[in-house]
């Protein structure tokens, strides 16, 4: 009977999860971060091979060092290409299968089939999920979390009977997890508590006379110093990682008072959306000023919640686990170490939430003490309740329809929110909404005033429109704030090609190339300019370069197969000229056939 009951949740918990996250098969990529994970990324492009293979491992793009991450975007574009749905669909699929494993863990370490089939459903169903699944550069967040409940899985087999096999397993688990998102590095800890909760393998620590004292506990810390020992060579290694690629905020630009204020109130404010999951938005603005009543609350909610869970840390052992659980692992993105410009982020709490849904799924039910009153009155109220998650994720899954939707509805729910306004701003921009545009980058800058990426976006709608020196002022303004901005080099660079500056153009170029060294568009302007100044070898040399990072380029091969046929090498010529024509470009072809070059 039991099993059955086990297929039905199981099946219950797919339906649900699908007809919840149903909207994401229709939605696109955004312009935020997804062009630097996968639609601009060559190497994600090229897909698995062994040279990027060897780039997953060894690169810190993007701050982090996520190999398996990577690797699971190169499948993605194999597989789907450029159709958004796939790489969506797939998120979803980690993601209901996390929800299957978390129940499957929860109900063999507990013995308690409904309150672990509430807290799967709860977890799966809730609109903070969206952000992680939704949002196709999140994929780390999917993977992460899958290994980590199977992680979680693995080590309650472990715990029934400690077998070297079962603990390589475990940590074998441990290690794709980090490889997936290094937020992962707080799961030995995690294991710790579950140690306590559900497993009971603590003993009693608070008898003297208990042999399953302290000792025990001692022994349990000691069973996981090989995963501490990789958690914190994965802690060093993520702080070097975003150090170097830039993205730490320095103690000058946000000093440690500042940072230890936000943390606190963000630790109640995600708590305040997992409890009541409205105006969620893509991208919520740092306060560097908050109000000294918001600090303060927020500190003795905290307080008062930690009182509670120890005082009842025996009768209810769920209730110390599950907050520690969200407080613990909540800290790599609490904000001590400031990464980035949001004050808080939806997806942080994809692995936190996992507390907070212990604490419900059996905090609740021990509430109500009378076994009838619990039967009758809490599963129409846990129907009901999932329901109301199901259509609120539903309705949030639509907000990120695309970059318009996504920033317009993060600009409806924040204040003051610059970076919503430039995405917004880029998104009219490629729609050909250019007094949109012109008007959200006006507005970025007017709020943030160091703003690298607007003033840039300005900048290409007045070159656009011919406005060259308001258009310079913005490249250099841009390049002032951020010296290592490639986009503005590129966008300078065919400024100074119209105004027929040539030799500040190729510079320009040279310091993209220099800076980003697979910065595929760069490549390709500096070989249009080489070609116009007569360097036929260097064009064809940047042009290879190209087609090497881009294999699809099809005005790569068309201009080199150019270039080719005013050198008088007709074979190469007429290659490349296949090759374009291949790629639904035979102009030049065509051109060759009249000349007689090529049959």
Same mark, same amino acid.
Request: charge should be positive.
């Given at each position: 009977?039991?099993?059955?009951?086990?297929?039905?949740?199981?099946?219950?918990?797919?339906?649900?999860?699908?007809?919840?996250?149903?909207?994401?098969?229709?939605?696109?990529?955004?312009?935020?971060?997804?062009?630097?994970?996968?639609?601009?990324?060559?190497?994600?492009?090229?897909?698995?091979?062994?040279?990027?293979?060897?780039?997953?491992?060894?690169?810190?793009?993007?701050?982090?060092? *996520?190999?398996?991450?990577?690797?699971?975007?190169?499948?993605?574009?194999?597989?789907?290409?450029?159709?958004?749905?796939?790489?969506?669909?797939?998120? !979803?699929?980690?993601?209901?299968?996390?929800?299957?494993?978390?129940?499957?863990?929860?109900?063999?370490?507990?013995?308690?089939?409904?309150?672990?089939?509430?807290?799967?459903?709860?977890?799966?169903?809730?609109?903070? &999920?969206?952000?992680? %699944?939704?949002?196709?550069?999140?994929?780390?967040?999917? !993977?992460?979390?899958?290994?980590?409940?199977?992680?979680?899985?693995?080590?309650?087999?472990?715990?029934?009977?400690?077998? #070297?096999?079962?603990?390589?397993?475990?940590? @074998?688990?441990?290690?794709?997890?980090?490889?997936?998102?290094?937020?992962?590095?707080?799961?030995?800890?995690? @294991?710790?508590?579950?140690?306590?909760?559900?497993?009971? &393998?603590?003993?009693?620590?608070?008898?003297?006379?208990?042999?399953?004292?302290?000792?025990?506990?001692?022994?349990?810390?000691?069973?996981?110093?090989?995963?501490?020992?990789?958690?914190?060579?994965?802690?060093?290694?993520?702080?070097?990682?975003?150090?170097?690629?830039?993205?730490?905020?320095? @103690?000058?630009?946000?000093?440690?008072?500042?940072?230890?204020?936000?943390?606190? #109130?963000?630790?109640?404010?995600?708590?305040?959306?997992?409890?009541?999951? #409205?105006?969620?938005?893509?991208?919520?603005?740092?306060?560097?000023?908050?109000?000294?009543?918001?600090?303060?609350?927020?500190?003795?909610?905290?307080?008062?919640?930690?009182?509670?869970? $120890?005082?009842?840390? &025996?009768?209810?052992?769920?209730?110390?686990?599950?907050?520690?659980?969200?407080?613990?692992?909540?800290?790599?993105?609490?904000?001590?170490?400031? %990464?980035?410009?949001?004050?808080?982020?939806?997806?942080?709490?994809?692995?936190?939430?996992?507390?907070?849904?212990?604490?419900?799924?059996?905090?609740?039910?021990?509430?109500?003490?009378?076994?009838?009153?619990?039967?009758?009155?809490?599963?129409?109220?846990?129907?009901?309740?999932?329901? +109301?998650?199901?259509?609120?994720?539903?309705?949030?899954?639509?907000?990120?329809?695309?970059?318009?939707?996504?920033?317009?509805?993060?600009?409806?729910?924040?204040?003051?929110?610059?970076?919503?306004?430039? =995405?917004?701003?880029?998104?009219?921009?490629?729609?050909?909404?250019?007094?949109?545009?012109?008007?959200?980058?006006?507005?970025?800058?007017?709020?943030?005033?160091?703003?690298?990426?607007?003033?840039?976006?300005?900048?290409?709608?007045?070159?656009?429109?011919?406005?060259?020196? =308001?258009? +310079?002022?913005?490249?250099?303004?841009?390049?002032?704030?951020?010296?290592?901005?490639?986009?503005?080099?590129?966008?300078?660079?065919?400024?100074?090609?119209?105004?027929?500056?040539?030799?500040?153009?190729?510079?320009?170029?040279?310091?993209?190339?220099? !800076?980003?060294?697979?910065?595929?568009?760069?490549?390709?302007?500096?070989?249009?300019?080489?070609?116009?100044?007569?360097?036929?070898?260097?064009?064809? *040399?940047?042009?290879?370069?190209?087609? $090497?990072?881009?294999?699809?380029?099809?005005?790569?091969? *068309?201009?080199?197969?150019?270039?080719?046929?005013?050198?008088?090498?007709?074979?190469?010529?007429?290659?490349?000229?296949?090759?374009?024509?291949?790629?639904?470009?035979?102009?030049?072809?065509?051109?060759?056939?009249?000349?007689?070059?090529?049959?």
């Amino acid at each position: 009977m039991k099993k059955k009951y086990n297929y039905h949740i199981i099946i219950f918990l797919i339906v649900t999860s699908v007809i919840a996250f149903s909207p994401v098969a229709a939605n696109e990529f955004i312009n935020f971060d997804d062009n630097g994970y996968i639609t601009e990324n060559v190497r994600v492009q090229q897909g698995i091979t062994l040279q990027n293979v060897q780039w997953a491992l060894t690169t810190t793009y993007f701050s982090y060092w *996520h190999p398996l991450t990577w690797l699971s975007h190169m499948l993605d574009w194999h597989l789907f290409g450029a159709n958004a749905s796939g790489h969506h669909l797939m998120s !979803l699929f980690l993601h209901i299968g996390s929800v299957i494993f978390l129940f499957l863990f929860l109900y063999k370490t507990t013995n308690h089939i409904w309150p672990a089939a509430f807290a799967a459903a709860l977890f799966s169903l809730h609109p903070l &999920r969206v952000e992680s %699944v939704a949002w196709a550069s999140e994929r780390k967040d999917v !993977l992460n979390l899958f290994f980590t409940v199977l992680c979680f899985y693995a080590y309650a087999f472990y715990a029934d009977e400690k077998k #070297v096999s079962r603990y390589v397993l475990c940590m @074998l688990f441990f290690v794709l997890a980090v490889m997936s998102k290094p937020m992962a590095v707080t799961l030995p800890f995690v @294991l710790l508590l579950l140690d306590y909760w559900p497993l009971n &393998r603590w003993g009693n620590p608070y008898h003297e006379n208990t042999k399953n004292g302290f000792s025990s506990v001692i022994k349990l810390i000691g069973e996981k110093i090989p995963f501490f020992c990789l958690s914190l060579a994965a802690s060093a290694g993520a702080i070097w990682a975003q150090s170097k690629e830039g993205t730490v905020a320095s @103690l000058d630009n946000v000093p440690f008072m500042i940072r230890t204020s936000n943390a606190i #109130v963000a630790y109640v404010s995600y708590l305040g959306k997992l409890l009541w999951p #409205v105006n969620l938005a893509v991208f919520y603005p740092y306060e560097y000023v908050l109000p000294p009543w918001k600090i303060l609350f927020s500190a003795a909610v905290i307080l008062v919640i930690t009182l509670i869970v $120890m005082y009842y840390i &025996r009768k209810k052992p769920f209730l110390f686990v599950g907050w520690y659980i969200y407080l613990g692992t909540l800290v790599p993105v609490i904000g001590l170490v400031q %990464v980035g410009s949001q004050a808080m982020a939806d997806r942080y709490t994809y692995v936190p939430s996992l507390g907070i849904t212990f604490v419900l799924a059996w905090g609740i039910p021990s509430i109500i003490e009378n076994q009838k009153l619990r039967k009758r009155f809490l599963a129409p109220v846990a129907v009901i309740f999932l329901s +109301l998650l199901m259509l609120l994720t539903w309705q949030q899954c639509h907000y990120w329809k695309n970059s318009v939707t996504v920033f317009i509805h993060a600009i409806s729910v924040t204040k003051n929110n610059a970076l919503a306004h430039n =995405q917004l701003g880029l998104a009219f921009y490629e729609q050909g909404r250019d007094r949109e545009a012109l008007y959200h980058f006006d507005k970025t800058i007017l709020l943030q005033p160091a703003q690298d990426s607007a003033y840039n976006n300005r900048g290409a709608i007045y070159l656009k429109y011919g406005r060259t020196e =308001q258009a +310079l002022q913005d490249f250099n303004k841009t390049l002032a704030v951020n010296p290592h901005y490639v986009k503005a080099y590129n966008n300078r660079a065919n400024l100074y090609i119209q105004e027929r500056q040539y030799r500040l153009a190729m510079e320009d170029l040279n310091e993209a190339i220099r !800076l980003q060294p697979d910065y595929v568009l760069a490549y390709f302007n500096r070989g249009l300019l080489s070609a116009g100044l007569g360097d036929y070898q260097k064009a064809i *040399h940047d042009f290879d370069s190209v087609t $090497m990072l881009n294999a699809n380029h099809v005005y790569a091969y *068309h201009n080199r197969a150019s270039l080719y046929f005013n050198m008088g090498n007709i074979q190469s010529g007429c290659l490349d000229a296949q090759k374009a024509c291949a790629l639904e470009n035979c102009q030049i072809m065509e051109a060759a056939r009249a000349r007689g070059y090529c049959r």
